[in-house]
T-cell receptor
Framework: AQKITQTQPGMFVQEKEAVTLDCTYDTSDPSYGLFWYKQPSSGEMIFLIYQGSYDQQNATEGRYSLNFQKARKSANLVISASQLGDSAMYFCAMREGPGNYGQNFVFGPGTRLSVLP | GAVVSQHPSWVICKSGTSVKIECRSLDFQATTMFWYRQFPKQSLMLMATSNEGSKATYEQGVEKDKFLINHASLTLSTLTVTSAHPEDSSFYIC?????????????FGEGSRLTVL
């Protein structure tokens, strides 16, 4: 079974608008971390935001926020005020267990976001 | 964030030759590094976990004799694609995490795009 599901293969958003990228996950481990990465066409993977399973508040990093709904096992990424440079692939990832040197990571299939001028 | 550097970014080689890709952690020591492979329009697939001073751990289905991994120091891991063939053409990307505990996020190198003629 897929541990990370991203149901939107592609998304379009108008510049300056907000967009939500969906991510659901599956784990029985009570301790886990959720991550979002951005991959532009150059190929590099850029870490955007992190949410721990025990965190009470939703994570925010600048224009990025993570809508964490633990009971529903969802961790949607919200990008506010989209910019043309936000066009990229976005991967949701989960680390099961405590954070030990990057072990036990699994990535979702990704969502390609296109920001329209 | 932590810096991981990968070299070369692009490599083109003839079928039957071997290619070495280097992954360096520039501002932290990495006892563990991870090698991923990514096919076009797909997610990252973990190939192997590189352990400093010991043998790498390969994922199921990854040929250890084809993809040689050496992690000789706390800042350098290398992936050698031996006797490369066109089907080995892909995007290879390494990653590492600088801290035990905490969030354990992965930081990635720039990636290496291999084309085997």
């Amino acid at each position: 079974a897929q541990k990370i599901t991203q149901t939107q293969p592609g998304m379009f958003v108008q510049e300056k608008e907000a967009v939500t990228l969906d991510c659901t996950y599956d784990t029985s481990d009570p301790s886990y971390g959720l991550f979002w990465y951005k991959q532009p066409s150059s190929g590099e993977m850029i870490f955007l935001i992190y949410q721990g399973s025990y965190d009470q508040q939703n994570a925010t990093e600048g224009r990025y926020s993570l809508n964490f709904q633990k009971a529903r096992k969802s961790a949607n990424l919200v990008i506010s005020a989209s910019q043309l440079g936000d066009s990229a692939m976005y991967f949701c990832a989960m680390r099961e267990g405590p954070g030990n040197y990057g072990q036990n990571f699994v990535f979702g299939p990704g969502t390609r976001l296109s920001v329209l001028p | 964030g932590a810096v991981v550097s990968q070299h070369p970014s692009w490599v083109i080689c003839k079928s039957g030759t071997s290619v070495k890709i280097e992954c360096r952690s520039l501002d932290f020591q990495a006892t563990t590094m991870f090698w991923y492979r990514q096919f076009p329009k797909q997610s990252l697939m973990l190939m192997a976990t590189s352990n400093e001073g010991s043998k790498a751990t390969y994922e199921q289905g990854v040929e250890k004799d084809k993809f040689l991994i050496n992690h000789a120091s706390l800042t350098l891991s290398t992936l050698t694609v031996t006797s490369a063939h066109p089907e080995d053409s892909s995007f290879y990307i390494c990653s590492a995490s600088p801290r035990e505990g905490s969030t354990g996020e992965l930081f990635f190198g720039e990636g290496s795009r291999l084309t085997v003629l």
